[in-house]
């Protein structure tokens, strides 16, 4: 048997995530490694820090990137800050919520599940109609951009009720960061976590991850340590905000961080309310072109993410015959349906670097051809 290096084919990336990465983001990740203790490095990772603030919109000083994709972002969240004593309320309207379900309950923490449509935002009413009936509830926790569904949720809402019945909030970000508005300060999220590879067009692998004061007080205040040695923020605090001095707890995937800078520079040079509105054009861009094709979205208009557009497969069409074409023909990815959307759905992802006119174009004219070619 012989190996070659492995090229991959150059293709555009419109599903739920990895999105386009730029050949700016490619490029510092190729600048040569540093040790992950290294004055310049660690001097790069506070820059880090104050980019993932401004990204996040929060002044929490405990704002890090970790080490691991967005599923471990979500893990740390839950496995730091719930214990088995407290009672949980998650929100459940897509894949991403039984996730946290299944994260709760392997906790062995009490599970209130607040069941709203797929396709459809959490309903703040059902919120807090647990609350009410629940008050020993200590946690609320919900995806404020359910990849799953293409489904937005009004996080300031069900985060004003979280407050008022006095439970932290745990919010699922990985595909709201950078692509649609969140205000973590503003809001009162009290841990969030997201994703390298969604909005902010950054490679797989890193998940950006802030926790607020409450959230520390509650780490600090466990008497039972956190089950998972390498998510224990309290551990890894030691790594990103040693006063002066960095202890050592994990190897750092150092060039990944050079890529995060960069993705994140880019966000501020374009500027968060410019990105966000960036979305919304290319959705509506990409809105009256499948209105055109008469395909039609699955989310109400009022609650459709931009980044992530979730349509029906339009009759007659086979899912996996048109995506391998699309894939084949003009090396452009979209996503298949996923939980009770496989099968019928397509997802289309304009996250980050991805959200640009000629990606919709390219879209739209490679769905064209396809509905052309195989319409039975
Ligand atoms: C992609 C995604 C995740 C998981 O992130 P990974 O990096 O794939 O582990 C979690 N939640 C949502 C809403 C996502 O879109």
Excluded at 239 to 255: D, F, I, L, M, Q
Excluded at 315 to 334: K, M, P, S, T
């Amino acid at each position: 048997m012989s190996f070659s290096s492995f090229i991959p084919p150059q293709r555009t990336l419109m599903g739920p995530g990895p999105s386009d990465v730029s050949a700016r983001v490619l490029s510092a990740l190729s600048r040569p490694t540093i040790g992950h203790l290294d004055p310049s490095f660690v001097a790069m990772m506070d820059e880090v820090k104050l980019l993932l603030q401004y990204a996040f919109q929060t002044q929490n000083p405990y704002t890090i990137a970790l080490s691991a994709p967005g599923s471990a972002g979500m893990e740390a969240c839950f496995v730091n800050l719930v214990t088995p004593e407290d009672t949980v309320v998650v929100c459940r309207n897509g894949v991403f919520g039984a996730r946290m379900i299944e994260n709760v309950q392997r906790i062995g923490a009490k599970l209130v599940t607040v069941e709203s449509d797929w396709g459809r935002a959490v309903e703040p009413q059902k919120l807090e109609d647990a609350l009410k009936q629940h008050p020993e509830a200590s946690i609320v926790a919900f995806v404020h951009a359910e990849t799953s569904t293409g489904a937005s949720s009004d996080a300031k809402t069900l985060c004003d009720i979280a407050r008022q019945y006095d439970c932290l909030t745990i919010v699922d970000a990985v595909t709201s960061l950078g692509g649609s508005e969140l205000k973590v300060d503003e809001w009162g999220i009290d841990a969030i976590y997201s994703g390298s590879q969604k909005c902010l067009s950054c490679v797989p692998g890193i998940s950006p991850v802030s926790f607020s004061e409450r959230a520390i007080e509650k780490l600090k205040a466990r008497n039972v340590p956190v089950q998972s040695w390498f998510l224990d923020q309290s551990l890894v605090m030691g790594y990103w905000s040693g006063e002066g001095k960095r202890a050592y707890h994990h190897t750092a995937p150092v060039n990944s961080l050079y890529a995060m800078h960069e993705s994140l520079l880019m966000l501020k040079e374009e500027g968060l309310e410019n990105s966000w509105q960036r979305h919304k054009n290319m959705h509506q861009l990409l809105a009256d072109g499948l209105a055109d094709l008469d395909i039609e979205f699955i989310v109400p208009k009022s609650e459709r993410l931009a980044q992530l557009n979730t349509i029906k497969i339009p009759h007659g069409l086979d899912d996996a015959q048109v995506r391998g074409y699309l894939l084949n023909e003009f090396n452009l990815e979209i996503g298949a349906g996923l939980g009770q959307f496989a099968g019928n759905a397509w997802r289309i992802g304009l996250m980050g670097f991805a959200a640009r006119k000629e990606n919709v174009a390219l879209c739209l004219a490679a769905l064209t051809e396809a509905i052309n070619k195989f319409r039975k």
